[in-house]
Structures are given as C-alpha cells and as structure tokens.
C-alpha cells in the first residue's frame, strides 16, 4: 500500500494517550492535565465580535495549555490534509475547498468563477457548532483515510471540541471542519459536474456558477414568493442535509452577469476585485488619517474611530485582491527615485503612504531603524539588559517605549526596506518626497541607525547633503529635517566600526554548537561556521542577563538624547519657532 503522509501513518499506529502525546511532541500529563485537570471554566473564555452584517459572532478561545496541544495537532493535520488533496488533485484550480489553507485565499476561490453568467452562494448555518464531538469522534474513526484507533479518536475529539461542539477559536477547528466537510466537497463536486457548473467552498461559503443558458433548477431555483429571492434546489439540499449541515435560507443569493458579482467578498465579474466602495471608503479614511491623524469608520450613521490595524488589514486585502500593478525594475544603487514607467495601481500607492505615514512619520512612539533583523536583536537585549539606566527607552519591566521597525515582504514590495545600508540611504535621500503630503504627525523621531564603516556611505552622504556636515566620528547624531535622524554606531578607537564591535571579543568568540561566529555571513561551511542570526539569536537574546552590554551604553544614551532633543526642539512650539529654519546637528 503507498504510504501517502508519514504523519498520517503514525496516528494510525497510535494506541492511546502516551503515543498521541509523543506524536505530537508532548509529555502525557501536558495532555491530560488540559483535558481532565484543568477546571471546565477555565478552559475557555468566550467574548463576541460584531459582523459585518450585523449581530455577533461568539469566540471562544482555549486557554493557553489547551491552546499549545490544539497548534500542535492543528499543525499535523494540516499537513495530513495536504499530502491527501496532492495525492488525488494535481491542479489548483481543481481544489474544491480554499479556506485555512497555504497558498489558497478568497482570490484563489473567486477565481474560479469569473465571467460566469450565474453565480450562486449558499451559507451554511452554524457551520463550525454543526460538527459535534459524535461527529469528530465518528470520522476520524470510520474515515478510509484516517480509521484511527477508539482511544485515539476519542482523545482527538476532546482537544478538539468544546460543548460538544468545534468552538470558532480553536486552531485545530478550521482544519477538522475541512476534513469533515470533504466528503460533502465530492458530492457537491458531482452534481456540479451533472450540470455544468463550477463549485467551490471557502468555509461555510458555498459557490456554484455556471454559463449555461439556464441555471440547473436541482442546484438553485427562484424562490416562488419573489422573482428576485432564490433558494437552493432539492438535489443541493438533499446532499448537505445528508452530511449533517443546514442551508441558511437568509444568504443564499444569486448573481447575473449584468450585476456585480461577489464571491467571498471579492468581485468576479471580469478579475477578481474587491467592490469600488469598499476600496473609497479606506481611501477616505487614509485621508483623513493623513490629515488629522485620526481614522473613522461609520456605524449605523455615527462616526467612531477605527484603530490603525485595522485599517492596514483592509489596505492588506485590498493590495491582496488586487495586486501590485505593472513589474518594475529595481532602482540602481545610485539613483534615488525609481525609474520612470511601471506605475503602481492607485491601491498599491494608497497602501505605500498609509505605512510610510504609520512606520515612519505618524508614529506613536519613537522608532529606530536598523540595517536589519539581527541589529534590532541586539539593541532590544542591550535595553532591557541595562533598564534601569535608560528610563526614556524601557520600564523596569523590560517593556520597550520605542518601537524597532520590523522588516517585512510589505515593507521590502512597498517601501523599499528589505534590510541593508543601501535601502537606508535611499530613505534618508527620499524621506522629504515621501512625507510632504501629511499634514499631521511627527510627533516623534525616526532614528537611523548605521555602521560606521565604508557600507553605509551612502547613508552618510546623504546626512552630508542634507546638513553639510561630515560623518567623522565628532558628532554622535544628526537631525536630517522633520523627524528624520541618523545615529552612527559610535567609533571605537577612531576605526571603523559596525554594531558587533560593540560587544566583547570574548563574546564574538563564543563556540556555539561547536561552530566559530562569522560575522560577515560568507563562510558557507556550516559545520564550521555559524551567521549573525545564529549569533543574536542563540548567544546573545539567550544570554542577555550575563552578556556585557557596556559597548552599547553610548549608542542607547545617543537615542535617548535625541528622543528628548525632538521633543524639547522640535515638537515644542516655543522652541520649534525659534529653530524651525535650521537643520540641526548634535554631538558633544
């Protein structure tokens, strides 16, 4: 028999609550503690989240023993889910089921039913309280694919569910709803197929479409009480009543070629878009956000205010849906603008100005801009580390009161800031461009932090253009206009210095897994060899309570000084006034 996961075959092997455990990386009593010790109240904390359409959804979520055990096994079945689906469909476009899944979203679902002339969506009501513990229990039991042992299965069913029910806040409850509602995919699947139609499902979201002259009456019928209200045909009904689901009569809608038609919230009329209104109205609310520094967001008539998060996760989805725009080359080393041709869409441009202005310019709290990930390891633990002498940069808990820029695939496709010294200067070249259309914020610093060594030359012919000062190691910082600085890593003994010369040279020399630290990242050998990730990481996060900070003293006192400086200088408006037509350059 092919053996198609191997993470499957041990499930199947499994006897009972010890090989789960060892399964899924856990000590026995980790399991039984959060299954039969923990108190039921305490399993769960249940809240409600509004819906879009109005009412509540109830969340419950795990408490954080429950919560690791359920990551776990979520993590495996996905992995099981996957190794089944690539055993018997070869393309993408032939998944039924697109969502919880890697590499399929709302766009890949919508794209199977674009230029269709019906579109037909049916909800399933109660679509996660609908699976039981009976029926969780039941199909990991009796399923071909699983027929895991009693006890197993048993074990299973009770991570899995919570007043006998999958609770919408579980990680493993997406995964198992897949699971079960696969045998449901097939037979939807099939009469699709009897009728020319197209099916997919994202969730409890349901869609069929087709192109026939006439859309097949066993699948979607018009409702006899109106011309314009549809509902789903027996032979549709018939089959998800048989798999232990209910239709919710109140979404189930369908969509002519003539309309706009919308599948899981994106428009499938011609390409897969997102609805015009909903793209104006976060344009509108980046403007005045822009402007006044504030979003909002009308509820029933009357404007509240919307957190800034959750404006980024509606300019997320749209750059999502609808993509950058046309490919454009990098821009060489020596040019600070892009080039010319290739314009961004006017969605990826709106989405590029809400993060410069919320990274960088409207920010609620200072922010230090490293040349990348490992640097923002070291500052972080050279803070906490030494907190009680830097009150401006962390409480004694260790908490940080500035904020160290997170590089992302959004900040490298956006903003240009994948990590490096080049993409620094660049910013520092491009920062008046890319601000001058805010109104508000720069309430507080944006401080660059480079190297003092030949790589951030770029950077420093920037900071000379702009203030007409040389970096040489006198000046400790310089204000580059608005609220733009750049901090040079202080010079240790007059030569060039990058940020790891601020640690001890015993430290650099730490054998690690019996490995050297390289800290140019060339070496390729790495039985010999290990990176700086390695190095911030394993040496120096996990040891911050004994590592010798001291070398980094005058660069945190440096950040501190300037955090004040911008405060007292350039907010103030009584100081402001009298400085504001300088650039400004500090030092001792």
């Known amino acids: 028999m092919t053996v198609v996961s191997l993470k499957l075959e041990l499930y199947r092997k499994a006897e009972d609550i010890t090989d789960l455990a060892k399964i899924l990386g856990l000590k026995p009593a980790h399991i039984s503690y959060a299954l039969y010790h923990l108190p039921l109240g305490d399993r769960y904390e249940e809240f409600t989240v509004p819906k879009k359409t109005g009412g509540v959804r109830t969340i419950k979520a795990p408490h954080r023993t429950l919560k690791a055990i359920q990551k776990r096994l979520a993590k495996d079945l996905l992995e099981i889910e996957q190794a089944l689906e690539q055993s018997r469909v070869k393309k993408t476009n032939c998944i039924l089921a697109h969502g919880f899944k890697k590499k399929l979203s709302i766009m890949t679902n919508g794209e199977n039913h674009r230029k269709r002339r019906y579109v037909f969506n049916v909800d399933l009501k109660d679509f996660f309280p609908t699976i039981n513990f009976g029926r969780v229990r039941g199909f990991f039991m009796k399923h071909n694919d699983f027929e895991l042992k009693p006890a197993v299965a048993t074990v299973l069913a009770q991570i899995a569910c919570h007043d006998n029910e999958l609770p919408q806040g579980s990680p493993c409850s997406p995964v198992i709803s897949n699971l079960i509602a696969s045998v449901m995919d097939i037979r939807l699947n099939e009469l699709a197929h009897r009728h020319n139609c197209t099916y997919t499902r994202y969730a409890d979201d349901i869609t069929f479409s087709s192109s026939e002259k006439i859309f097949a009456p066993a699948i979607g019928r018009r409702n006899v009480s109106s011309i314009n209200l549809w509902e789903a045909g027996i032979s549709l009904s018939r089959v998800i009543k048989k798999a232990g689901f209910k239709v919710n009569a109140a979404k189930t809608r369908m969509q002519l070629d003539y309309s706009r038609q919308e599948v899981t919230g994106v428009v499938v009329n011609q390409k897969v878009n997102v609805p015009a209104n909903y793209y104006a109205e976060a344009a509108a609310m980046c403007h005045h956000l822009f402007m006044d520094g504030e979003c909002f967001v009308k509820i029933a008539g009357v404007k509240q205010p919307l957190p800034r998060r959750k404006l980024r996760g509606r300019l997320a989805y749209i750059y999502q849906v609808r993509g950058r725009g046309p490919l454009i080359k990098a821009a060489p080393e020596d040019q600070e603008e892009r080039p010319k041709g290739g314009k961004l869409w006017a969605s990826s441009k709106l989405f590029e100005r809400f993060v410069d202005y919320v990274d960088l310019y409207g920010i609620e709290r200072p922010v230090v801009l490293c040349e990348g990930v490992t640097d923002n390891i070291y500052i972080k633990s050279a803070i906490q580390a030494l907190a009680p002498i830097y009150p401006t940069l962390t ?167 300037v955090i004040d400086h911008h405060k007292t200088t350039v907010v103030s408006p009584t100081v402001a006034a009298v400085s504001s037509s300088a650039v400004a350059a500090g030092g001792p």
């Open 395 to 561: 409480n004694p808990a260790g908490e940080l009161k500035i904020k160290l820029f997170k590089y992302t695939k959004t900040s490298a496709a956006l903003q240009q800031l994948s990590g490096g010294a080049g993409e620094l200067g660049k910013l520092a070249n491009t920062y008046p461009s890319r601000i001058r259309k805010f109104k508000s914020g720069g309430q507080h610093p944006l401080i660059i932090i480079g190297d003092s060594d030949d790589g951030s030359k770029k950077l420093f012919a920037a900071v000379e253009s702009k203030t007409g000062k040389k970096v040489d190691g006198s000046q400790t910082w310089y204000h580059m206009g608005a609220n733009l600085y750049v901090v040079p890593i202080p010079k240790i003994g007059n030569k060039d210095t990058d940020i790891e010369r601020l640690f001890d040279v015993a430290l650099l020399k730490t054998n690690y897994d019996g490995k050297t630290f390289d800290k140019t990242n060339a070496e390729k050998d790495g039985t010999k060899f290990y990176g700086k990730k390695v190095f911030a990481t394993k040496v120096v996060a996990a040891n911050k309570a004994t590592v010798n900070f001291d070398g980094f003293k005058p660069l945190l006192a440096t950040i501190a000084e």
